[in-house]
């Protein structure tokens, strides 16, 4: 019952910016610790990024940290990734997804439920 689903994703240009976002629902949210992760063609998973329960603490991957934000908004069973000076090497499918523990990894198996994933195309 469990469902994430992930929207927002686009082509954008160098430099641009674009926020996805992830609603949840099945679970009590608020509770969870959630994660982005992604998946860039040829490659293997990346953590991206992940956030508490209350939203108060936030975790990035040294690819992304300065450039990405993540939040969330409990009372709307969302999660949010804002995304600015993008790099086409940040091409690649976002998911949101739940750890089994926290902070989650780059391994599926770290994980019990994500989405179906949103397409983040950063092309000139």
């Known amino acids: 019952q469990v469902q994430l689903v992930e929207s927002g994703g686009g082509l954008v240009q160098p430099g641009g910016s674009l926020r996805l976002s992830c609603a949840a629902s099945g679970f009590t949210f608020s509770r969870y610790y959630m994660s982005w992760v992604r998946q860039a063609p040829g490659k293997g998973l990346e953590w991206v990024s992940g956030i508490n329960g209350g939203g108060g603490n936030t975790y990035y991957a040294d690819s992304v940290k300065g450039r990405f934000t993540m939040s969330r908004d409990n009372a709307k069973n969302t999660l949010y990734l804002q995304m600015n000076s993008l790099k086409p090497e940040d091409t690649a499918l976002y998911y949101c997804?739940?750890?089994?523990?926290?902070?989650?990894?780059?391994?599926?198996?770290?994980?019990?439920?994500w989405g179906q994933g949103t397409q983040v195309t950063v092309s000139s």
């Open positions: 997804a739940r750890p089994k523990k926290a902070p989650g990894g780059s391994s599926w198996e770290l994980y019990d439920y």
